[in-house]
């Protein structure tokens, strides 16, 4: 047992032994670190002015994730570097991205300044070479902009991206990667007692042990989602478990007819992998949130929260994915639709938590197309998530597994549309239609601020149209975004 | 002593903070070292929109660990009221609730979370009344801010009614948050005796300055005002930053501690007021051709529970209700109407882009009516010669600059050989529509209220020969103070390193107004190359004695004094200068001239000049969702003999994407109890990066301004906004390729929904 997080911060190793369990990592820079160069815009992990940098090691390579210091705990830094605006230039020499933003006039009133600088500190580690203008604009989707219009940072991307990745961050890689390794153990952590905690186990078993003793303690994936329990409930979590360590849940399986997703696997490392299924799961995936986010956030986080808008839910849903929970020592694997059971209410005992996901790969002659509706195309919660899983045979439908998200209370399959599209001809539209209509049988969406109930009822029949007409092999153009086979370049 | 042509101006010279904001190294209020003892305040806010308090419970907020002081409207030392002007805004509510969340009291902690958690727990209990939250709300109570008003010309309603066509509309447009990165703040801290001094993030430290005097019951030179740099404001910082430096002086003031109030983001969205939202009608009679002959608008404007500045802003839309049109007979009339929601208040554009939009939509209407092209509606009702007067009474003296300006674009965006493109692959494409558009903006500069066209400055050499400037204008990203110190360093022949730009402040600079209007360079340019002349003149003459030189001989140039065969260093001339006894510190002073805007008698000129602009967006839309992408825009923008182009075109691409925002994705969405639901980036959405095109060109027009306004330069902080309508009208024209011959009715914003809702009623003519 450790009783102290221990991060590298400014070039040294750091440990602190003492924090309130809900610090969040912004708060701990600007009030006790007094680095005041990272910014607070929205916090909750929307803007991206908190971005900072975490490195971590991944074999014998650093990678560099940009994260939203704004909504991330502080305990959750332990065994990274933090990396944030003030460490990126040295002696009074910008560092290149820095160089970069100034010489095109990326900045005008600065305050998201500090922010897109990370992200592109970040994307100039981890960005493939040569640079491409939708790769970059996706590193920039979790970075809101309200003065330039984003041209000179794109310039600014280009230019740097044009470089290689050689900083002086790549030149001291070694002893930084060994810095970074000294603080590796395999113990687990706790801070504070047995009323007021953060915990970061490191074994399964000890998890279970520990949320099996604490069924009321809050179970901390990505804090994509209870950072802002913190930062705008203003809700004291006084005892903490988070999953961060676990290596158990970052375990990723690519089997043949499946793919195995552990709990905490982020939505980062899910992404290549999910888009080996489908390339439209890596279109939604891209989409999903931000790169803060999807370097935070989790495939568990965001099925065990059981929001209705979660759009992972209804995709994997569609795919016939299984969800595996566990509690104490005991496992079950249940439907992931099963395990939504009312709004705010999931299939999971106090002391239960989500191990993994299986997902299986879609067999020959089944098509697999799902469609994510939002006001914005980038970094937006979905109005309509439509997901199709459609099975030919001899030119018929000959099974369906139709999901939805923003239609209910919970991710939701669409039984009788399932039922009604089964047999229907696919080469004749007016085949569909009893399963079209059978939409309305199935969904009662509501209105709010996203879309009117009117639109989503319109746009979910829309995307079961739209899903067939492709998979009816349509020459026309179906999408604004075209859906990509794997290994092509994307372009809009 | 002649002017030397410029070196620093005209060129693309970087933002004076660009190395200070990549580092993080550039302070925004909140970076600022709190001194000891500092205060955060958090406020308690009312629950419902209208309705009086019964009883006001704040017994647990001041039983909360932190908590040091809790404050009511009982307790203002002087008046009550942060309004701009009319007495109309209590800064703490008293008995009456106006608008859902209106601050009710304050809480003074030890540390900010103490204090929010604190003004979460307070008791208010309101007697609750119906809450009119919308415009139709507002048109059946018949509330308003302020008197209706109206401008007429000629006959418009026989000219309608005889004409040969006849259409008539309803335009909604949207309102729009300003989501400035840095939220509302102020940092108040007490000084000797009764005096104050605030930082602010504000456009208006004068007004901030009056405010805090009035809320403590001060004369003002009790109260200094501070305002480095903001992280955005928009116009949302125009009025509307003086409420919360006004409560942080208070609370410093009765606590005698330094007051820090930094709003949440959340608390932003429902505290501030928005870009005005409108409905606006209109009837229009014109030719076969499409030349318009009797319009008349009706602009209901929402403008939230107070007048706020809605009275230039609903006046600016009436000023821009032509455009580039000249309309013969014409009536623009306006209702301010009264809401319980938060008081709409200045945005970029100040109430211009709802005019510009509306008449933009009229003119694509007569369009498609005629089976036009509406870019040939556009140009044969532009402005010209016998027909170049606008509705109120002013000349357009500079209508020669737009038709050779939009036929350039007209040319260079290849618009014509498009609009072929783009109807053969619509026929094709029965899903995805494209759409195209080419509009213009005319924009009027100045304030329509004459007094606030006026600026003064500072400007002190010290002996060393380095310069201090100072003047009212503040800034906030547009890149201000490195244009105004280019022209001081230009003045003085010096490099800009050697013109130390410093925080605007009310005890160097008194009575300024507001940086808006676009005009912070036209006017402080002016105002600060004037007290750098006068320095510069005094040094000249000292120069001249001791080179024994005439005056005319002496040039300031690359940090060298030179005079007949002599030269002495600027530095060394400084120390000469302070040895003799000359001063080396001066004011300047500009009012714009020859502006007589009478609002009472509807007559005389409100504008010094006119700006120029126009743009080519392409755009696709999905007809079975709704779903848009806009996919290349061109635009050719008149900045006069741009002071410094990289900052300008910075400001029209940054203006075309805030303005696209605001017709596109940015959607306000109040609940019927007058809730803002849309209240933070989760819900709210400001474009992002993926939604600028790799096809975004922009070029300046270069062509000197006509009037002598800084350096022939042209005001560019608004216009550019409203070439974003050129993506909303290239929306609309995709929408009309699937029932042709019919006018468009697309609501902004035009999200998914909006657009999906224009195709259905396309359709279904």
Known sequence: MRRSIRFIFRGMPREISAFDPSITLLEWLRLEASATGTKEGCNEGDCGACTVVLAKTDGDRIRYFPVNACILLLGQIDGAELLTIEDLAKDGTLHPVQAAMVRHHGSQCGFCTPGIVMSLFAAFHEAPRPPDREAIGTALAGNLCRCTGYRPIFDAAFDVLSDLPEDRFSESNASRLEALRALEDDRGIVIGNEDRFFASPRHLDELAEMIARHPDATILAGSTDVGLWVTKKLAPLKRVIALGRVAALATVVEGSDSVFLGAGVTLAKALPVLERIDPDLGTLMRRFGSAQVRASGTVGGNIANGSPIGDLAPALIALGATLHLRIGKESRILPLEDFFVAYGKQDRAPGEFVTGITVPRPEAETHFRCFKISKRMDEDISSVMGAFRISIENGAVSGARIAFGGMAATPRRALRTEEALVGAMLANPHDWMGAVQALEADYQPISDMRASARYRARVARALLGKALTEIAGSSRATRIVARTPIGEVRHG | ?765
Not at chain 2, 57 to 62: A, C, G, P, Q, Y
Not at chain 2, 564 to 591: H, Q
Not at chain 2, 743 to 750: E, M
């Open chain 2, 1 to 765: 002593m002649d002017d030397a042509p410029p070196v620093l101006v005209h060129q693309a010279i970087t933002h004076d903070s660009a190395i200070r904001h990549v580092t993080g190294a550039a302070p925004y209020i909140d970076d600022l070292p709190e001194p000891a003892g500092t205060l955060h305040l958090a406020l308690g806010l009312a629950p419902v929109a209208r309705g009086r308090i019964t009883t006001l419970d704040l017994e647990k907020v001041r039983n909360t660990p932190g908590v040091v002081a809790v404050f009511t409207s009982k307790d203002v030392p002087g008046r009550n009221d942060v309004s701009p002007s009319l007495g109309d805004e209590p800064m703490l509510a008293g008995d009456e609730i106006s608008f859902h969340s209106q601050p009710v009291f304050v809480v003074a902690a030890t540390t900010r979370r103490a204090a929010r958690i604190a003004a979460r727990l307070g008791a208010i209990e309101v007697e609750q009344e119906w809450a009119s939250v919308s415009i139709a709300d507002a048109l059946s109570t018949g509330e308003t801010v302020l008197p209706d008003y109206a401008f007429r010309r000629g006959h418009p309603e026989p000219a309608i009614d005889g004409a040969a066509r006849r259409l008539a509309g309803e335009i909604e447009i949207g309102g729009q948050e300003h989501f400035y990165l840095e939220g509302q703040i102020a940092l108040a801290v007490p000084g000797e005796g009764e005096a104050m001094f605030v930082h602010s993030s504000t456009q208006h430290p004068s007004e901030v300055q009056h405010i805090v005097a009035r809320v403590l019951g001060l004369a003002d030179h009790q109260v200094t005002i501070e305002c480095r740099r903001m992280g955005g404001g928009f116009g949302g910082k125009e009025s509307q930053a003086s409420h919360w430096a006004a409560l942080a002086a208070f609370a410093a003031r009765l606590t005698g501690k330094p007051c820090k109030l930094r709003l949440d983001r959340d608390e932003d969205f429902a505290l501030t007021g928005k870009r005005h939202d409108f409905l606006s009608r209109y009837r229009v009679g014109y030719d076969e051709r499409g030349l318009i002959e009797g319009i008349t608008f009706e602009h209901l404007a929402r403008c939230g529970y107070s007048a706020d500045l809605s009275l230039g802003v609903v006046d600016r839309t009436m000023f821009h209700s032509d455009n580039a049109y000249y309309l013969p007979h014409v009536e623009i009339g306006s209702k301010r109407l009264k809401t319980n929601t938060v008081s709409n208040t200045a945005f970029r554009g100040f109430g211009g882009p709802q005019g510009v939009l509306a008449i933009e939509q009229v003119i694509d209407a007569i369009a498609h009516e005629r089976g036009l092209d509406p870019l040939d509606v556009r140009k044969a009702n532009f402005y010209r010669d016998g027909s170049s007067v606008t509705p109120y009474g002013m000349e357009v003296f500079d209508r020669a600059t737009l038709l050779p300006l939009v036929e350039a674009l007209e040319a260079s965006s290849d618009y014509r050989a498009r609009r072929i493109a783009i109807a053969e692959h619509n026929a094709r494409s029965p899903i995805l529509k494209r759409g195209l558009a080419l509009t213009p903006v005319k924009f009027g500069i100045s304030f329509t209220l004459k007094h606030l066209n006026q600026a003064g400055a500072l400007v002190h050499v010290y002996s060393d020969g380095s310069v201090m400037l100072n003047h009212g204008g503040t800034e906030m990203g547009q890149g201000l103070y490195t244009k105004v110190a280019q022209i001081v360093a230009d003045e003085f022949g010096l490099p800009l390193e050697r013109v130390a730009i410093t925080a605007t402040r009310t005890d160097k600079v008194p009575n300024t107004g507001p940086t808006a209007a676009s005009s912070g360079s036209d006017l402080n340019g002016m105002a600060a190359r004037e007290a750098a002349r006068t320095i510069r003149l005094r040094m000249a003459e000292e120069a001249a004695r001791r080179l024994d030189v005439a005056v005319s001989a002496i040039r300031f140039e690359d940090g060298l004094v030179h005079g007949g065969d002599e030269t002495m260093t600027f530095a060394e001339l400084a120390r000469f200068c302070v040895l003799e006894r000359v001063s080396l510190s001066a004011t300047g002073y500009y009012r714009t001239p020859g502006i007589t805007w009478d609002r009472a008698e509807k007559t005389g000129r409100p504008f010094f000049y006119f700006a120029y602009g126009a743009a080519c967006s392409e755009v696709v839309i999905d007809t079975m969702t709704g779903e848009m992408k806009l996919l290349a825009v061109d635009i050719l923008h008149d900045c006069g003999a741009s002071l410094n182009p990289a900052l300008d075109i910075g400001q029209i691409e940054g203006g075309f994407v805030q303005g696209l925002g605001w017709l596109t994705t940015e959607e306000l969405v109040f609940d019927n109890e007058g809730r803002l639901r849309t209240h933070a980036p989760s819900t709210y959405k400001i474009p992002v990066a993926s939604d600028v095109p790799a096809h975004f060109h922009v070029e300046l027009w270069d062509e000197p301004n006509r009037e002598d306004a800084i350096y022939r330069s042209k005001a560019v902080g608004e216009p550019p906004v409203m070439l974003a309508i050129s993506a909303f009208m290239a929306i609309a024209d995709a929408i009309h390729a699937l029932a042709p011959g019919n006018p468009v009715q697309l609501r902004a914003p035009a999200t998914p929904e909006a657009i999906l809702d224009a195709i259905d009623r396309q359709r279904a003519k």
